[in-house]
Structures are given as C-alpha cells and as structure tokens.
C-alpha cells in the first residue's frame, strides 16, 4: 500500500506571497492532520480534517487554512507569507483519527524569502 | 493541556550496544496513547512503537522496546542492539484517547538527537 505522499517537497516562496501544499493519505485513510516543524518551536499541530470536515485546529493565525476533498485528499494553504513561516510542513494520515495511529509524509520544506 | 517532554537533547551509543531515551508527559487524562517516532536525516516520520495507556503490559517491537510507567507518567525507549540505521532524531509523542476530534491531536517533545557510533 503507497505510503503518505506530499507535493512538493520544495518550494521556495517571497514575503506576501500564497502557497498551497497538498497531500495524499494512504488508500483507506479518511483523516488527514497537518503539522509545521520549525527549529525554535519544534512539531505544532496546525489542523486536522476528517470527511471534509476540519475537526480540530491548532493555534495558528487564520492565514493557514486548509480543506479535504471528497477522495479525502488534502491541500493547506497561507496567505501572505512571513519569513517566520519558513518550515517543515508534514502531513499525517490515519483511519478515522481519535485513537488510530497517524502515518506521515516526507514533508514539504518552505522558504520563504 | 497536556505537555511532552523529553530532557536529552542529544545521546549516544556504539553498535550494538543498549540506550534508553526518556519521556516525561503531563496530562489529567485517564485514556490516552503514546508513541515513539523516529525522525532520520531524510525527514519522513516513521513510527517506532505505540502504548496505550489502559495496557499494563510495555509495548515492544523487535529491538525497540517502551518501559511505561504510568503513575510516574514516564514513557522511555529502550534500543537494543544498536545499529547505525538506528541513528536519527526521536519524538516521543501524546495523544488523547477520546473519540471526538481533539484526541486527534498529537503533541510531540522536543526530540533526543541519536548518535550510533562504531
């Protein structure tokens, strides 16, 4: 069974910029979760979406932003980016979420300029 | 809210040798889970071992192995037989048992840097 997938895995993006992430769960999965990695503040739960739905947020401006599709594929997105967004994006899938054990995708590095 | 913390930034080990990385969480909790993750230099997080936390038994997987204390609220890995595969960056994370959306959360510490040396 493929694993999680993310595109891209680079991007590299100016101030006040927009850019959208996307990631495939594994076949099955209905949970998708999103997470931004960063040196100074390590792993931060960003959102999670289930059936299309958001379920769950983090504690994030509202310039990330996220949806799910009917396939259960997932994009996030910010708007007007800060250098402070420069990160790690993961993606993480699971089942149904709750109690079953997320799998995550290599990641999307993002620079920002 | 519940907090995860790992106090070795960085440990080391030679082949074939034992180490133990700990984890420390706080939470109010009764039903939660815990896992281990490993994070090699090429980024992707792989899952080591997971322990839920109504399980007395401590979970193992091969040469991985958990020592989960739950009054103590202690949730180490034990490596055995260390290989150089086994160097990386490991997350110890905790997770709400419940059902609704916040259990989907996972909360990660700060992270132990793995050296496995010759």
């Known amino acids: 069974k493929a694993g999680v997938t993310q595109t891209p895995r680079y991007l590299i993006k100016t101030r006040g910029q927009q850019v959208t992430l996307s990631c495939s769960p594994i076949?099955?999965?209905?949970?998708v979760s999103w997470y931004q990695q960063t040196p100074g503040q390590g792993l931060q739960f960003l959102f999670e979406?289930?059936?299309?739905?958001?379920?769950n947020k983090g504690n994030f401006p509202g310039r990330f932003s996220g949806r799910q599709f009917s396939n259960s594929r997932s994009e996030m997105n910010v708007s007007t980016l800060e250098l402070g967004d420069s990160a790690l994006y993961l993606c993480?899938?699971?089942?149904?979420?709750?109690?079953?054990?997320?799998?995550f995708g290599p990641g999307t590095r993002l620079t920002v300029l | 809210a519940q907090t995860v913390t790992q106090s070795q930034p960085e440990m080391s080990v030679q082949e074939a040798e034992t180490v133990t990385l700990s984890c420390t969480y706080d939470t109010s909790e009764s039903d939660y889970y815990l896992f281990w993750y490993k994070q090699p230099p090429s980024r992707q997080m792989i899952l080591v071992i997971r322990?839920?936390?109504?399980?007395?038994q401590n979970a193992t997987e091969n040469r991985f192995s958990v020592n989960f204390q739950k009054a103590a609220k202690s949730f180490s890995l034990k490596i055995s037989d260390s290989q150089l595969g086994d160097a990386a960056m490991y997350f110890c994370?905790?997770?709400?048992?419940?059902?609704?959306?916040?259990?989907?959360?996972?909360?990660f510490g700060t992270g132990t840097r793995l050296q496995v040396t010759l």
């Open positions: 322990q839920e936390a109504y399980k007395q």
């Open positions: 994370a905790y997770r709400s048992g419940g059902i609704t959306g916040t259990a989907s959360k996972l909360t």
């Open positions: 076949s099955g999965h209905r949970s």
């Open positions: 979406y289930f059936s299309e739905t958001q379920r």
């Open positions: 993480a899938s699971s089942l149904r979420g709750a109690a079953d054990t997320q799998y």
